[in-house]
């Protein structure tokens, strides 16, 4: 690891939440792991040192843009996503490297072109705006191709951070679903990628898979005007990530297994099968790249029978980076325990972080299944689960949940969960519905 001031190096803590205590023959525990990085310099957009290599910087960028013949419909549309690339690229740090990919039912380099990346400077910056110039609308989809292409890219390139921007406003339609998930499957690991989807007439599931195989971030711009304001904040996030390939670490003592993992903030992640082995009795669940945030975990841990008043390490929880030696370099630990008691009071409380988390997944869950009934034409049952999604957004805080769901169900009692369907409700909401569904509020203080 190079050395360089502590004052450019992202300071990692883990703190974990929990009820330690279980009543005679318990033998689950839950943990809420907050991981937070701070003081990594990315304040003001500053170029900082990545914690990697010491190099300024030290991040690639990729942006894929969909140029289908239903961009040009309305014309507005492929005008907007050229503008907001545009945007996207003025918002590039010096020294940055980078590539324009238009999406079609093939991937064709748009800038610079020749198997390479551009290195971010005013030259190359505006160079890059006047090949976007000539971007027109032609073509079909076909995702897996972008996203290999972005890999090979990408890789051509010797830095930490590898990133994807992808924008698409209609569906994969010319590749297979086996064709697009090969391509994640090939490209997960190697760099992260936020999705965006424009209008309307995109699948919030292709667009939501994409982000969470490639760890980033998807989000719907029903108007193609905030295109711009959203790929410069996208490109502002990416500029401050520092830390690459951060592992969440988990180790067990014989006898106990994880039973599930999952990020719970700011959205929902099932991390569980994900894991990979490292080493005896511990396995790595991805994180992706760091700036300065915080994000939190639900780990399940189920340990072995064990008498009162006994007391055990249930897990060790770990923030691992990769080295170039190929050893690494841990970055924060926190402890999960459990304590075996027949003081019920102790055993049966349940720990506020816990239950607010418990909470949130549910209700990213309903939201899902109502929609999902809601489509199949099953209203008893759309009713229901988004009855019960209005309950859990009103009891936990989740205003912005709670907006919008109620454009999609007239809500008589936000308290009981008692809500009508609403006869006719626009796309758009439908779809920022189930876009944001995984997003989640932290526990009220």
């Known amino acids: ?152 890219l990408l890789a051509s390139s010797d830095v930490s951070i590898r990133h994807g921007i992808l924008l698409t406003d209609g569906r994969n339609e010319h590749e297979s679903p086996e064709d697009l998930q090969a391509a994640l499957d090939a490209c997960a690991g190697r760099f992260t990628c936020d999705a965006r989807g424009v209008g309307t007439d995109w699948e919030v599931k292709e667009v939501t898979g994409i982000a969470s195989a490639l760890l980033g971030s998807a989000d719907i711009v029903a108007d193609p005007s905030g295109l711009a304001a959203d790929f410069t904040q996208m490109m502002e996030t990416a500029m401050g990530k520092e830390v690459a390939d951060v592992a969440l670490r988990l180790w067990t003592p014989m ?94 409380s349940i720990n506020p972080q816990v239950a607010h988390y418990t909470g949130q997944a549910e209700l990213a869950q309903v939201i899902q299944q109502g929609l999902d009934a809601r489509k199949a034409g099953d209203m008893d049952g759309a009713t229901a689960k988004l009855g019960r999604a209005v309950q859990l957004a009103a009891a936990s805080g989740n205003e912005d949940t709670a907006k919008l769901l109620a454009k999609v169900v007239d809500v008589e009692d936000a308290a009981t969960g008692t809500v009508r369907l609403k006869a006719k409700v626009e796309d758009a909401d439908e779809m920022t519905l189930e876009t944001r569904s995984t997003k989640t509020v932290r526990v009220k203080k």
């Open 1 to 152: 690891m190079a050395n360089f001031s502590k004052s450019n190096v992202p300071q990692f803590s883990v703190d974990v939440y929990q009820n330690e205590f279980l009543p005679e023959g318990g033998r689950e525990v839950n943990a809420i792991v907050t991981v937070t990085s701070t003081g990594g310099g990315t304040v003001g957009g500053t170029a900082v040192r990545s914690y990697s290599t010491g190099s300024t910087p030290d991040a690639a960028v990729a942006i894929m843009v969909d140029c289908s013949g239903s961009m040009d419909y309305p014309p507005t549309k492929m005008r907007n996503a050229r503008d907001a690339t545009a945007a996207a690229v003025d918002t590039l740090r010096d020294g940055v490297h980078f590539a324009i990919i238009g999406g079609t039912h093939v991937a064709k380099e748009v800038y610079p072109g020749g198997g390479r990346l551009a290195v971010a400077d005013a030259g190359t910056r505006e160079e890059a705006k006047q090949a976007l110039r000539r971007l027109s609308a032609g073509g079909g989809t076909a995702i897996g191709t972008w996203l290999k292409l972005a890999d090979r």
């Open 255 to 348: 006898g106990s297994e994880i039973k599930f993992v999952k990020q719970v903030a700011p959205t929902v992640e099932e991390l569980t099968g994900r894991r990979t082995e490292a080493g005896p009795r511990a396995g790595d669940y991805p994180t992706g790249s760091w700036g300065d945030e915080s994000r939190d975990y639900h780990v399940c841990v189920q340990v072995p029978n064990a008498d009162l008043g006994q007391e055990m390490l249930a897990a060790r929880v770990s923030l691992v980076v990769p080295q170039s030696d190929g050893t690494v370099e841990t970055l924060s630990q926190g402890l999960v325990r459990a304590v075996w008691t027949d003081d019920m009071a102790a055993s049966t």
